[in-house]
C-alpha cells in the first residue's frame, strides 16, 4: 500500500509528509502537509503553520491541530451561531482564548452585537494569525467593535465579575484542560462567568469529544451542571480534529433546543448572517439530538471539580498522553488532541 502516514515531521520546503495525530494510544487520524510554512516557540506555547492539501492552511500549537482554513466553519460557526440566535438580542460577547480570530469574525456577523471583547493569553498567537490566518479572521481584528485584551483569560474574568460587568453571552474557546488552562474548566470559573451573564445570558464551551474522551466529557459536564439550570451539548463532526466534537451551551433560562428550525431561520435572515457552510435551521435542530451512549455520559456520576482539585484533570488526561509506545511507532512526534 502506498499513500500512507509515514513517521517524522515535514520538513521546512515542499517535502510531501503526513502527521499522525492521536485521539487515543490505538486510534488517531493522518493529514497530508505540503510545506511547514512557519514554526516558532511563544512564552506559552509552540506554533507550526502547515500548508496542507486537503485543508489548506492548518494552525498547530503545543503539537495539537487547532483549526485550518479549509474546515474551520465546523466549528466555529456551531460554537457561535446556536448560542447567540438562541439569545433574543445579543449585545456585549465576551470571547476567552480563540486567539485565531475564528470564534469573533462568526460573532461579528451578527447585527445585533455592538462588542466583542476577546482575552487570549498569547499575543504572539494573534499576531501570527493577523499575518497568516486572513482566511479565518476575515479582518475581525480590524471590526471598530472588537476589543482585543492580551491577558489571562481566568484572572480577567474573576475581576470583571466583581466589577459588576455584563455580557450577553460568554465563548470559550480554550486549549483542551491540561497544565495552564485547567482552572478555566473548573467550577469556580463557570460561577464567574455565570455571573457575567446573569439570568438572559448564555454560556459556550468545547466539551472534548464524546467518542473517545467519554470520561472527560462527562466531567466537563457534570462541572458545567454544577452552576447552570440548563446544560445542552450539542454535537459537529469537525474533519481536522478526525472525530465527532462537541460544544454545550449552558444558561439559567435559555434553552437552544426550544427554537424551531422555522424561528431559527427568521433569526438567522434578521440578524444579517450570511456565509454559513453549516449553520441553518435543520442543523440547529439535528445539533442537539444526543446518542443514547452521549445521554449516558451526561448522566454519569462525575463530581464537579473546584479550583483547589484541578490536578483531578491530570488522570482523566492521562489516558489519551500516555502514547510513549506510540511515539516509537511515528518515529518521536506523536501529537494528539
Ligand atoms: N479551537 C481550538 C481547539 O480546541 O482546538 C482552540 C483554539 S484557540 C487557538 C485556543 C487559545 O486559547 C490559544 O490561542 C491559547 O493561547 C488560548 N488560551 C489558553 N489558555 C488561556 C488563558 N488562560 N487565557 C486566555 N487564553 C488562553
Known sequence: ????????????????QFLI?????????FIRVSELLYEGQTEFQKIELFDSPQFGKALRLDNVFQTSAGDEYFYHEMMVHPALITHPNPERVLIIGAGDGGMAEEALKHNTVREVVMVEI?????????KYLGDIHRGAFDDPRMQLVIGD???????????????????????????????????????AI???????????????????????????????????????????????????WSFCN?????????????????????????????YNGD???AAYALPNFVRTLMDSD???????????????????????????IVGGDSPQR
Open 1 to 16: 500500500m502506498t499513500g500512507g502516514p509515514q513517521p517524522g515531521q515535514p520538513k521546512r520546503g515542499k517535502d510531501e
Open 21 to 29: 495525530e492521536s485521539l487515543t494510544p490505538n486510534f488517531g487520524h
Open 122 to 130: 498569547d499575543g504572539q498567537v494573534v499576531d501570527f494569525s493577523k
Open 153 to 191: 483569560g481566568y484572572q480577567w474574568v474573576m475581576e470583571a465579575a466583581e466589577r459588576g460587568e455584563h455580557f450577553d453571552a460568554v465563548i470559550l474557546d480554550l486549549t483542551d484542560p491540561i497544565g495552564p488552562s485547567r482552572p478555566l474548566y473548573t467550577v469556580e470559573y463557570y460561577a
Open 194 to 244: 455565570a455571573r457575567l451573564i446573569g439570568h438572559t445570558g448564555i454560556h459556550v464551551q468545547h466539551l472534548e469529544n464524546p467518542v473517545t474522551r467519554k470520561e472527560l466529557f462527562a466531567q466537563l459536564v457534570a462541572n458545567v451542571r454544577a452552576v447552570y439550570h440548563h446544560v445542552h451539548p450539542l454535537l459537529q463532526y469537525v474533519p481536522l480534529y478526525g472525530t465527532l
Open 250 to 278: 449552558a444558561s439559567q433560562t435559555l434553552d437552544p433546543r426550544g427554537m424551531s428550525p422555522v424561528q431559527v431561520e427568521s433569526r438567522i435572515r434578521a440578524r444579517g448572517l450570511t456565509d454559513l457552510q453549516v
Open 283 to 285: 442543523t440547529h435542530r
Open 302 to 328: 462525575a463530581q464537579p471539580i473546584h479550583l483547589n482539585q484541578i490536578e483531578r484533570f491530570d488522570a482523566i488526561t492521562a489516558v489519551s498522553e500516555s502514547t510513549d509506545h506510540l511515539r516509537i
